[in-house]
């Protein structure tokens, strides 16, 4: 009868660990992720690619990917989406909701046409964080294999 009990009581006490707890609907509502079209065809643009690391902390939250403050993607861990950007000054950022809190950080970039950019998503702390990787980065080649491809524009899988 004992063993029942405590069986019981840990349910409930196992549940607190859910990411669902710790992330509004799993993420940014599908009503806040904005559908991005990217530069006209046949303008010049850079190629962006955008990947989450595959940290255990932080498994279960969405973190949302920001292009100038419009929220245009949520990844999961192991996940990564690409999408072309026009030339000029953007904003390029992060968002997640962690410790019943919301946060981000945002980077300022520059980006020129016919280039290739690398970013990747990842928990840092209590926080999450947006970091640029260099093409040739040991770390990229791991992230990319085995990660699974978010159309922008869409939330990730549920």
């Known amino acids: 009868m004992k063993t029942s009990r405590v069986a019981l009581l840990s349910i409930p006490l196992a549940t607190l660990g859910c990411p ?37 902390t932080g498994a279960g939250i969405y973190f949302s990917l920001t292009l100038d403050s419009v929220v245009i993607s949520s990844l999961l861990t192991a996940e990564y989406t690409e999408f072309d950007l026009s030339p000029g000054e953007h904003r390029i950022g992060v968002t997640c909701y962690a410790w019943y809190k919301w946060r981000g950080n945002e980077l300022v970039i520059g980006v020129e046409a016919d280039s290739v950019l690398y970013f990747v998503l990842r928990p840092k702390g209590t926080e999450c964080e947006i970091a640029r990787l260099n093409s040739s980065s040991p770390e990229l080649a791991k992230l990319r294999e085995g990660s699974l491809l978010v159309p922008v524009g869409k939330e990730g899988p549920p």
Do not use: I, M, Q
């Open 20 to 56: 669902k707890h710790y992330t509004p609907n799993y993420g940014v509502p599908a009503s806040f992720v904005h559908t991005y079209a990217g530069p006209s065809t046949g303008e010049p643009a850079a190629r962006v690619t955008v990947l989450r690391g595959s940290e255990f």
